[in-house]
């Protein structure tokens, strides 16, 4: 089983930098494909970046070039880094796990709790 755990959240003006890390349990960690998904208030849950267990990533469009996503299997984390922010970046940010070899996250196995992510115009 693998417990996930979000931090780094907060709130930040448009234009600003903000990290997420993700920490996890379990001694698996390292066969897992992981993700940042986010859900804004009234919408969808949306992938933003995945990372597969050999580190290929994938990105949202709407935040390819702003967003990276980063995994450090020695310590069970998974990073998000988010610069150049925007209002509609707005939303709940969860860490997921899924034991899939891929990084489209179709059907993950565990989610964290969230860390609210808000930023102002």
């Known amino acids: 089983q693998v417990q996930l755990v979000e931090s780094g959240g907060g709130l930040v003006q448009a234009g600003g930098s903000l990290r997420l890390s993700c920490a996890a349990s379990g001694r698996t960690f390292s066969m897992y494909a992981m993700g940042w998904f986010r859900q804004a208030r009234g919408k969808e849950r949306e992938l933003v970046a995945a990372?597969?267990?050999?580190?290929?990533?994938n990105y949202a469009d709407s935040v390819k070039g702003r967003f990276t996503i980063s995994r450090d299997n020695a310590k069970k984390m998974v990073y998000l880094q988010m610069n150049s922010l925007k209002p509609e970046d707005t939303a709940v940010y969860h860490c997921?796990?899924?034991?899939?070899?891929?990084?489209?996250?179709?059907?993950?196995?565990?989610w964290g709790q969230g860390t609210q992510v808000t930023v102002s115009s």
């Open positions: 990372i597969s267990s050999g580190g290929r990533t």
């Open positions: 997921a796990a899924d034991r899939g070899s891929g990084t489209a996250l179709r059907d993950v196995d565990y």
